[in-house]
């Protein structure tokens, strides 16, 4: 399943920003403001982040964004492991201007290709699903959130943004209706892979989510939840 995810992201990466804007509403910008926000309040003026499944970069230049106007010194790591978004991601981070802070590398989820504890901030967008699902069975997200809590520096903390179904129930009214929309729209680039993200919102368990975090270990984990309801923010920290 794992070649088949990064086989779909190869698929659409040439429109995966624009269908992006287009089925959120531009939404999704707040999202990653959200996510930059709470991974960088409260945490220290020189930072070594690292944002796994960077995909196409927004939420890795979101957080140099945001760290720039705290006045924090900032080095990113944006990492995922299929070259096409990764590609799209480098020219994207060069043309703004950005490459001295951030750095692109091609790398997996559940293997990190940094050492213990020397991560300040770990992020990661919309990608969950991906993890969850590649196996069916969870495996794999336990293996990506023990190797983001390894990478961790003592008192490090992950900020997780990504969807699933609502918790309200006329969110959730919205989300049944708001998904065809979704599922209309990703037809027009592959049918197959904007079916199979949608399905995957439907039913990722938000709950077990939390509970694995705090069985790796992170404390003071919390899901919160994102205006709308469809996005979240997981967010744990390492001990100290
Ligand atoms: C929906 S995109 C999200 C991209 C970006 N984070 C954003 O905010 O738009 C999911 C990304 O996860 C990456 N991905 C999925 N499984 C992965 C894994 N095991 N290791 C690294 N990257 C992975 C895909 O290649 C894809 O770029």
Redesign the pocket.
């Known amino acids: 399943m ?1 070649d088949k ?2 086989k779909m ?1 190869s698929k659409v990466s040439g429109s995966y920003d624009f269908i ?1 804007h287009l089925m959120s509403f531009n939404i999704d910008k707040n999202w ?1 403001r959200a996510c930059a926000e709470q991974a960088l309040s409260g945490a220290g003026d020189k930072l070594k982040i690292l944002d ?5 970069g ?2 890795s230049i979101t957080v140099a964004e945001t760290a720039a106007s705290k006045g924090k010194t900032a080095t990113i790591y944006a990492s ?3 070259k096409e ?1 990764l590609g799209i991601a480098k020219k994207k981070i060069s043309s703004m201007g950005l490459a001295e802070c951030i750095k692109t590398e091609e ?4 293997e990190i290709n940094h050492h213990s504890g020397t991560i300040d901030v770990l992020t ?4 969950l699903r ?2 969850f699902f ?1 196996d069916g069975t969870g495996k794999n997200m336990k293996k990506f959130l023990s190797e983001a809590y390894r990478v961790l520096k003592p008192g490090g903390r992950t900020v997780l943004l990504d969807m699933a179904l609502p918790d309200n129930p006329s969110q959730k009214a919205f989300f049944r209706v708001y998904s065809n929309f979704m599922l209309f729209v990703g037809a027009f680039v592959d049918r197959e892979t904007y079916g199979w993200l949608v399905k995957t919102i439907t039913e990722f368990d938000k709950k077990l989510l939390k509970s694995m975090m705090e069985k790796e270990g992170f404390r003071n984990v919390k899901i919160i939840s994102l205006k709308s309801g469809i996005a979240y923010l997981a967010y744990g920290e390492k001990h100290s």
Not at 52 to 56: M, R, V
Not at 107 to 110: I, T
């Open positions: 794992q995810i990064n992201f992006n990653r796994i499944a960077a995909g196409t927004d939420l995922d492991f299929n978004m790398g997996n989820a559940f990661s967008g919309f990608a991906s993890f590649s």
